[in-house]
């Protein structure tokens, strides 16, 4: 296997995440197992374990950034983001608005509902108290 980035140059921003967060997920299991691993091992047992498992991740965050199928995949990837119109702040922030008003609304119908057809139900078949 050689050590070569696959398409230099394309999908930086992708693949620099995807391997960022596998680190970051390692340095996490790393130090949790160093924590986790019992008072009988001694201390440079630990190290290794933790040492082992983190350069394992990190192995597999290279690995898995320049696969070719998951390389190409991540590069479309940034290359289709860069076609997308996201929209401003006070066009999520309207949007937001809208979403919460027609939630409220429909909460309240959903309420009404229940009230008016469920309640006078349960009183038919005794279920409420009268």
Not at 56 to 65: C, D, E, R
Not at 99 to 124: N, T
Request: proline share 4%.
């Amino acid at each position: 296997m050689s050590f070569g980035i696959y398409k230099r140059g394309q999908g930086r921003w992708s693949r620099g995440v995807a391997a960022a967060v596998l680190s970051a997920l390692g340095i996490w299991a790393a130090v949790s197992t160093y924590g986790w691993t019992e008072v009988s091992v001694q201390e440079w047992g630990r190290y290794a374990i933790s040492g082992g498992i983190l350069l394992g991740f990190l192995w597999f965050a290279y690995y898995l950034s320049n696969r070719p199928k998951t390389a190409s995949f991540l590069i479309e990837t940034e290359t289709e983001m860069k076609k997308v119109t996201w929209p401003t702040g006070p066009e999520v922030l309207s949007a937001t608005f809208v979403v919460i008003v027609v939630v409220v609304i429909m909460g309240a119908f959903l309420f009404g509902v229940d009230r008016l057809v469920l309640e006078p139900v349960f009183k038919l078949i005794r279920i409420l108290p009268s």
